[in-house]
């Protein structure tokens, strides 16, 4: 909604001057915004937006004491995302209203809509701004305090309607307040400690933390993973050089290994001479009287 604070959510003063009496407001009434109710009243659902149109040639707008506004409706609160603008005044508050800006110079024009279709009209007033609460304190929207009505000293151009100057003179505080939120936005990014990006190093491998007290077998000895295929590679190497068995039965040597390991034949005088003595006992004397047993 609009913006009446003099202070920010820091409790820094920023508009000192900021106040709800004598503001000047833009009226939008829509001809189809409107019910009457079982009583035969008519009610009116009017959009009431703070002004914001410019009041001299060096650019100065409407309501300068106020912050500028981006969101200037007077309106309900939000429910289910839809933002509610038209606020209930009486058939005798917008008559009020009528005449009050009738008295300045183009202070009523056509609202139109998008495809140009006049569907109301616009009037500029000043008036005090209220906050009523009901009588257990719930806050209701901020409306208009129609008995405070003047008019309105805001000029409007031959060139432009009402409703045309205050959509560009919004739309120009919309764009400020992007712009000055992204230079905060850089100027904190510079403010902050830069932290140096750090190298990336490639193909680096793990090693696991040698026990206090020893070290490794050799300076510079390789990781487990290049010490495993170091030795891999050293059995490999020594199975290459030692001599291969022949193909087929293990046990099969080739024929003249197999002469050179078979038993071999003496000749008959040698293996005589070789072969192992019985040894007879000699025949002991026989003594008389000894049976011969």
Request: aromatic share 4%.
């Amino acid at each position: 909604m609009a913006n009446f604070r003099s202070k920010d959510k820091d409790g820094n003063v920023i508009n000192p001057n900021a106040s709800t009496k004598g503001v000047d407001l833009v009226v939008n009434v829509y001809d189809s915004a409107k019910h009457v109710t079982e009583k035969g009243n008519t009610v009116h659902f009017v959009d009431v937006q703070v002004a914001q149109i410019p009041i001299d040639a060096d650019g100065t707008r409407a309501n300068a004491n106020l912050a500028p506004q981006t969101m200037p409706h007077l309106h309900l609160d939000t429910k289910d995302g839809q933002r509610n603008t038209g606020v209930a005044y009486s058939d005798a508050q917008i008559q009020a209203m009528q005449t009050v800006a009738a008295q300045g110079r183009n202070h009523m024009t056509p609202l139109l809509s998008k495809d140009g279709e006049t569907v109301g009209y616009s009037m500029l007033v000043k008036a005090d701004v209220m906050f009523p609460k009901t009588k257990d304190g719930k806050s209701l929207p901020a409306v208009m305090n129609t008995k405070s009505l003047q008019p309105s000293g805001v000029p409007i151009s031959d060139a432009m309607n009402i409703q045309q100057q205050q959509f560009m003179a919004v739309a120009m505080n919309r764009q400020a307040a992007e712009a000055q939120k992204a230079a905060q936005a850089q100027a904190t990014q510079a403010q902050a400690p830069q932290v140096a990006p750090q190298p990336v190093m490639q193909n680096q491998q793990f090693q696991a933390p040698v026990p206090q007290g020893q070290q490794p077998a050799y300076a510079g000895a390789p990781v487990y993973a290049d010490a495993v295929a170091h030795a891999t590679a050293q059995q490999q190497a020594a199975a290459a050089q030692a001599p291969q068995a022949p193909a087929g039965n293990p046990f099969n040597q080739p024929p003249a290994v197999a002469a050179a390991l078979a038993p071999q034949t003496q000749p008959p005088a040698v293996a005589a001479a070789l072969a192992p003595q019985t040894q007879q006992p000699a025949a002991q004397p026989q003594m008389d009287n000894e049976p011969p047993f």
